[in-house]
Structures are given as C-alpha cells and as structure tokens.
C-alpha cells in the first residue's frame, strides 16, 4: 500500500529539517550579534547621555534597557535564546568538571610536595649538622660588647635548615706596641727556639680602632706582596668620638643650657669645667700602651693643658688610683664601687670612647671584664656618666681589615668573610652604639627596643647634652703620639728578681704546711698597684705561675726607653750567676730583650730552697741611676730570714747608702699578706716612698701590672 507523503514527512535519508538559526551560517549570525549589541550600546548612550548629572538614575535607566531588551529578544526570538542558554549551560557544565579536575590535581599535588618536604625535614633532622666555619674577629676591648652582639644576630641569621654555618670568636686586641710585634712575627710572642708560643688563633678580620693603627703594624703581605699576612681594608664600621665624661654632681655643677655641647676645642672644655668651679685632680684616661683609643687621645690632653710640662701634663692624665689597661676595666671598676655603695669622685673626668660611655650608661656588659647592671636602678644613676664633646678630640672609625694567613687561605673562609661583611654593611653597628661614618646619630626604627642606638643614651643624659652631628677628627700616628708619651714619661729602670724555690710550686694563696706566714690574713693584703688599698688575694694555679703571668704583663708594657733584667733566686739558683737558667742581664727594653725576658720566664721552674732576703738582695744587679728592684715571692722565707730585725738594719744601713736611688717593691703572690711582721720590716727599712708591697689578687694580670708600672713612672 502506497502511503500518500504529506510536507510533514521525514526526508529519505531520515534526518530532520534544519532549524532556521541553524541553517544562517556563522558569519551571518555573528553579524547579527554585533548589530543587536551596536545598536543597544547606542540606546543605552544616548539615555545615559540625557541623564548624564545622575549617577543613580544613569544606573536606573541603564538596567532599564537592558531588561526591555532582553525581554523583546526573548519574545522575538525563543529560538536563539533557547540555543545560547543551552550551549552556555553545556559550557558551564564542562568547565565546572575541568576546574573540579584541577583543583584535585593541585590538591594531590600540595600532599606529594608537603610529603617530600616532610621526608627531607625529618632526614635532616635526623642527620647531625656539620662543623660550622670558625671566623676570628680581633677589635679593641671596647668594642668587644657591640661586635659580640651583632657577631650573635649573624650567626642566627645564616642558619640554614637549623645548622649553623659559622661561629664568630671575637676576642681583645693587645694594645698597638704588641700588635706590631705580633705582625711582625707572625702571631707569634718570639720568633726563636723549639717552643714558639703563638699570641693566640690568627684572626680573619682585624677592627683597629682607627686607620692609623693599622698604619702602624708591619705590612708585609700589603698591595699583593709575598709577606704574611695580607691585609685588606674596606670601608668604617662606624665611629666613635672621644669624650670627657663627668658624674652626676660634677655634672650639675659644670652643665649650662647656655652653652654649645660641642666645645671647640678641649682646652676650651678644660676651662669652662674650671670657670664653674670644679677643680680637676686628673684625667682617667687607659694605659696608652695597651689602648689605641687612650693613645689617641693623648697628644689633645696634653695639649689641652696651656703652660703645662710634658711630665705635669701626663701626670695629670694617669691619676694613680685610677690607672687601667682599657676603658672598658676602668668602667667596670666604676660599677664595682657603686655596687659597694661608694660615692662617684667629684674632681675627675674620664677620657673614653662616646660607644662605651653609652655601653655603661645602659648597663651593658662590658667585653669580657663585668656583666650587664640594673641602669634604672639608683646606684647606676649616681654612677652616671655624662659626655662632654669638643673639637680636637679623635675620633675612633674602626675599618673593616680581612687578613688573609698563608695556608688558611680558602675559598670557603674567604666567602664568609664576605658574607659578615655583607651582612654588617646591611645591619650597621649603629645599631649598637656607634654613629654612622658621617659622624650623625642615625634615627632608630619605630618599635625596635633590642638594640641600643645612642638615642637611649640622648634619653639618659639628655638630648642637648649629646650633639646629633659630631666632627670626625682623625687620630694621630700612633709612632707620634708614642714619641709623644716617651718624651713626657719618666723611664723606669725595672730589675725582676724572682723566687724560684719549692714553695714557689704550691697552689697560689695556700699556705705551705707549717709556714709562720700562714697566720696573715690574704683578704686584707693590698692589691697589685696601691699601696693599702684591699682586695682578694690571688687563687688558681701555682704561685710561680701568677708570678710569671704578672710579670710577662709588665715587661709587655715596657717602653723602649725604658730598661729590664730578670734575675732569679733560690738556695739551688744563684742570682749573682750569669749562667743561672732564667738570668737575664739589664738592657733597654727592646723587642729582643724584652723577648728575651718573657722566653726565660715561660721556661723557668722550681728548684732548690728558700734563700735568705739578705742574699738575694745583695746580688741584684743594680744601677746607680734611678732604679726599681721588683721582689717577687710568695713571703713564706720567715724560716731562712731568723734575724728580720737585723736584716732591716742592714736595708736601712749599707744597702740604702749604696744604693741611694733604689726603690723596692715587693709582689706577694700569697699566702703572705703585706701585714705579715718579716715582709713590713722588709718594706719599712728604706724609708718613706722608698719601699712597698703589693699582693696579687685575682684582677686580670694585665691590670694589675699597668697599675704597678703607673706607680713606678
């Protein structure tokens, strides 16, 4: 049967018609889009256009015409709208699953990463870390609290993965004179025998308190040379000014609001502190010998005293009482005195480095001498330092000095070199007390209260008091300044006769069994360097072994000018003897002889018995000229000296008229006090300011000796 084929008939091939939207090709219906867009764009132009001054109706009247466009579309074409919402929801629909895709790969990813991450922190956790690289940094002694901190905050800072890279040793300088020798022999303290003892570990960077300290050293491995070490410098640190500090009630009596805090010169200093009625007995200024910093200052001091001898001018620049190797021993003995609730002295001013007075006012610990003080508390308040500035006064810059050491020369010790470097120009030591190298108190940042910028000491003294902007002033060569203080000190001709005998071997401040001097009291014996004053008596290794670290410290701080010899004593070692291990004849104190000396008393040992005072005495090998004779013992002789009173006739009889310049110190190392009946006789029997005794105590031996030595000058 033949059916009749109507128009709504499928076509043979089965397919439908194609819609009328589908049957305009892409072009057409691209044409189209753009024309509806053109043409509302246009609308919605010249409406917004009417309605321009309206920001709300602008947006009324937009949306407004959209709706009515899309609600004409919609009537006039359901088809293609029909079409674009479906392809829109399959579009949608599609990138919904892609993005839910992703995100779970990303996810899986995070784990696998956070997975391994986990793994190499635990392996590494579990593997120890490796011997971090030493560096060895040498400044001067004040300087030692601000580079240890920052040394600390670089060592912190370059961990990586909880292992420290490097350790940062930062250890005191000798003073320029022992530098020089150190350099030129290779940190070595001789430069013959078997036994040659080095100074210490080789530093990789040298901080010299100024330019010209480093001048002064020998410079052998300088601009490419083939010596040992080489050096090389790079930019300041940062600086510090000398300054004149004055306490508290010294302080109110000389402060005026009137006056400029930058004197223009320090006699000008000098004598605004005279016209307000303070009168100085001194200046407590370092040892120049063992501080750069002290021996800067030096020549300004003289010249600050018009009309003043060379030796009045040093005399008033080393009050005896308060003579210390560095700045940072004499400010620690400040606290010390404080601590014992002593009044500060009113009639001195103290010569230090701007950077240190603010250590101390701060209650910093200072270097390796005191730990930090309680500076809110009433005691550091009336111990207060407060600084006065003045033209003229040096000013210490502290240059960055690599020194590079034949054989330890490698790529990895010169790269963290480089490395601290790098890392103090990025955190500078303004940060820690020092002005910048313009010679300004750089601004601290907001909110940062754990360093000590010199806004804390503007806060303590007052911001007048500190002036913002300090002239640099460079520092005198130091051969200069040494020629200087050669010229105004007196010589001294020094002959070291030492005790050697068996009871030099036993423990320092012990008492050999059945002594006659184990009765005196150690606690109330001098101390090193005054001649009454108390302290505690020397304990730790042997008597001989005090003795001869003393001993060492004076020769080190011996001028050129100045002479020593070294003799020894004992019933089985004859002082009179040139052959005597440990006799050394008196000559200038030269490097060689001073060489000589420190060779002979690193190699000295006990021997023998007690030899009686007399004997000893009688074979120094003395001068006619001004002498000083150093007795140093233990005092335990009681035993080979029965006649003490026949022994003092004899000091004050025919020794005195022999030697009629002579003036006898005698070094305990303990147990015997200077209270004890031989050694009194002993001191006595020459007369007033010809004799007098000292006991070693347990303060450094450096100290102890320059006290010693400023009372022989």
């Excluded at 963290?416 to 103090?424: E, P, T, V």
């Excluded at 754990?450 to 000491?457: A, Q």
């Amino acid at each position: 049967m033949v059916t009749e084929e109507t128009d709504n008939a499928p076509p043979p091939d089965g397919r439908s018609p194609a819609a009328p939207d589908e049957r305009r090709s892409p072009l057409r219906r691209l044409t189209e889009v753009m024309a509806f867009e053109l043409a509302s764009s246009v609308l919605v132009g010249l409406l917004v256009t009417v309605f321009h001054g309206y920001f709300w109706l602008n947006t009324v009247v937009t949306l407004v015409v959209l709706a009515g466009f899309s609600v004409f579309l919609w009537r006039s074409r359901p088809d293609l709208v029909h079409n674009v919402l479906a392809r829109a929801t399959t579009t949608l629909a599609w990138m919904a699953r892609a993005l839910a895709c992703l995100l779970l790969g990303a996810a899986a990813m995070v784990l696998v990463l956070l997975a391994v991450l986990g793994v190499r922190a635990l392996r590494d956790a579990a593997q120890p870390c490796g011997q971090p690289l030493e560096l060895r940094v040498m400044s001067a002694p004040e300087m030692l609290t601000p580079l240890r901190a920052a040394a600390a905050e670089f060592v912190a800072d370059r961990r990586d993965a909880g292992c420290r890279r490097y350790t940062v040793t930062v250890v005191p300088e000798p003073g320029p004179v022992s530098l020089y020798d150190a350099f030129s022999r290779l940190w070595r303290r001789n430069d013959t025998g078997e036994d040659q003892q080095l100074l210490g570990p080789q530093p990789d960077v040298w901080i010299p308190a100024s330019g010209t300290e480093l001048d002064f050293v020998p410079h052998g491995g300088q601009a490419g040379g083939n010596g040992d070490p080489r050096f090389r410098q790079y930019r300041s640190l940062g600086t510090s000014p000398m300054v004149l500090a004055l306490f508290p009630k010294t302080d109110a009596a000389v402060a005026s609001p009137y006056s400029a805090p930058l004197k223009s010169s320090p006699g000008a200093l000098l004598k605004q502190i005279a016209q307000s009625g303070v009168k100085l007995r001194g200046i407590a200024r370092p040892v120049p010998d063992t501080s750069a910093a002290a021996l800067a200052v030096t020549p300004a001091l003289y010249d600050a005293q018009e009309g003043a001898s060379p030796s009045a001018a040093e005399k008033f620049a080393s009050p005896p009482d308060l003579v210390a190797p560095d700045a940072v021993t004499l400010l620690c003995r400040f606290r010390a005195q404080a601590a014992q609730g002593l009044a500060p002295p009113s009639d001195i001013a103290v010569a230090v480095p701007e950077q240190v007075l603010a250590d101390y006012d701060a209650g910093r610990a200072l270097g390796d001498r005191c730990g930090p003080a309680d500076a809110s508390s009433d005691l550091s308040a009336g111990w207060r330092l407060h600084p006065y500035y003045a033209v003229g006064l040096p000013t210490m810059n502290y240059p960055f000095v690599q020194l590079t050491w034949r054989g330890q020369d490698t790529r990895a010790r010169d790269d963290a070199i480089g490395d601290l470097r790098s890392w103090l120009a990025a955190h500078p030591l303004s940060e820690q007390g020092l002005r910048d190298d313009r010679g300004e108190i750089p601004a601290p940042p907001e909110g940062d209260s754990e360093h000590f910028y010199l806004s804390r000491l503007q806060g303590m003294v007052g911001e007048r008091a500190v002036p913002p902007l300090v002239q640099l002033n460079g520092t005198p060569p130091v051969q200069a300044a040494l020629d200087r203080l050669a010229a105004a000190r007196p010589k001294v001709s020094a002959t070291l006769l030492l005790d050697v005998s068996g009871s030099m071997d036993q423990a320092a401040g012990s008492a050999t069994p059945a002594s006659p001097a184990a009765s005196a009291s150690p606690a109330t014996t001098p101390t090193a360097g005054s001649a009454g004053g108390g302290g505690p008596a020397a304990s730790g290794g042997t008597r001989l072994n005090r003795a001869v670290t003393f001993l060492q410290s004076f020769v080190d701080q011996l001028q050129g000018s100045d002479r020593v010899g070294l003799q020894v004593f004992s019933s089985a070692a004859d002082p009179r003897n040139p052959a005597t291990f440990g006799n050394v004849p008196p000559r200038d104190a030269q490097s060689d002889q001073k060489d000589q000396v420190g060779n002979q008393l690193q190699a000295v040992t006990t021997v023998g018995g007690d030899l009686p005072f007399r004997s000893a005495l009688a074979a120094a090998n003395l001068s006619s000229g001004r002498q000083d004779l150093l007795l140093v013992t233990d005092g335990e002789s009681a035993g080979s000296n029965p006649d003490a009173s026949g022994l003092a006739s004899w000091l004050s009889g025919p020794f005195r008229a022999a030697n009629p310049n002579l003036r006898l110190t005698v070094v305990l190392t303990g147990p015997a006090g200077c209270g004890t009946a031989h050694i009194a006789q002993l001191t006595s029997a020459l007369g007033p300011g010809r004799g007098r005794c000292v006991s070693l105590t347990n303060a450094p031996e450096q100290e102890q000796a320059a006290q010693l030595l400023s009372g022989l000058r």
